[in-house]
C-alpha cells in the first residue's frame, strides 16, 4: 500500500501489520527489509523482541533511502519463559498449540521508529487464555493453513479466535501492531498522525 504523499515507512512485508497501520489513516509507504530473527545464546525475550524491532526499522531506513520516519516491529508469544515465533512446520505448529492449549501465556510486541537520527522503542504486552485443545482439533487447525505464518501458530484475527478465552491487554499488539504504542512513537518523532484522518 504506498501513497504519493507518505508520512512513515513501513519496514515490514507482514499484511496484517499494514492493514493495522492503515486503520489510523496514516500515509505510508512499505518496504521489506530482510532480518536474521535468530536470538542469541541466552538472550532475554524482551531484549531479543526489542533488538528485532530495531534492526528492521535500521534495514528499513537503509531500503527506503528517504528522510521520513521508518517503523520496524516484531512479536513473540511467550509461555513459561520461552518464545514461540513462527512454526517450521506441522509438528512444531501441533506442539506450540499444545503448549498453549488450556493456560494463558503472553504476547509481547515491540515497536521501533527511526527518525532524525535517533531510535526510541516501546513494547506491548498482552495476556491471551487459551480454552483446552485437542490434538485433532489443532491438527485440522494447521489444515487451514493460518498458524503457517503466525507467531505461537495462531491467529487471533482469524479462526484462532475460536480458542481464545480472554485477553488482557492491546489487541492490535496480538496480531502484531500495538496501534496506541505506534501512535506515541510516531508523535514523539514529530509525525502528525491526524493530518489525513479527515473523511
Known amino acids: 500500500m504506498n501513497h504519493p504523499a507518505a508520512q512513515i515507512v513501513l519496514a515490514s512485508a507482514s499484511p496484517r501489520r499494514a492493514e493495522l497501520l492503515a486503520q489510523l489513516r496514516i500515509r505510508f509507504s512499505r518496504v521489506s527489509p530482510d532480518v536474521?530473527?535468530?536470538?542469541?545464546?541466552?538472550?532475554?525475550?524482551?531484549?531479543?523482541?526489542r533488538r528485532l524491532a530495531q534492526a528492521k526499522a535500521l534495514a528499513g531506513r537503509e531500503l527506503a533511502g528517504a528522510a521520513l520516519p521508518v517503523l520496524g516491529a516484531d512479536t513473540l508469544v511467550a509461555v513459561d519463559g520461552v518464545a514461540l515465533g513462527k512454526p517450521a512446520d506441522r509438528t512444531q505448529a501441533l506442539d506450540m498449540l499444545a503448549r498453549l492449549s488450556g493456560r494463558a501465556h503472553e504476547v509481547l510486541s515491540a515497536v521501533a521508529v527511526v527518525a532524525a537520527g535517533s531510535i526510541q522503542t516501546e513494547v506491548s504486552r498482552t495476556t491471551v487464555v487459551f480454552r483446552p485443545i485437542s490434538m485433532a482439533e489443532a491438527a485440522r487447525y494447521w489444515d487451514t493453513g493460518e498458524p503457517a505464518d503466525k507467531a505461537g501458530a495462531y491467529g487471533i484475527q482469524g479462526i484462532g479466535s475460536v480458542f481464545v478465552l480472554r485477553i488482557e491487554g492491546s489487541y492490535s499488539g496480538v496480531v502484531g501492531l500495538p496501534l496506541l504504542e505506534t501512535e506515541?512513537?510516531?508523535?514523539?518523532?514529530?509525525?502528525?498522525?491526524?493530518?489525513?484522518?479527515q473523511a
Open 36 to 49: 536474521d530473527e535468530a536470538a542469541r545464546p541466552g538472550e532475554d525475550v524482551v531484549d531479543l523482541l
Open 184 to 197: 506515541r512513537l510516531l508523535t514523539a518523532a514529530g509525525v502528525d498522525c491526524w493530518r489525513y484522518r
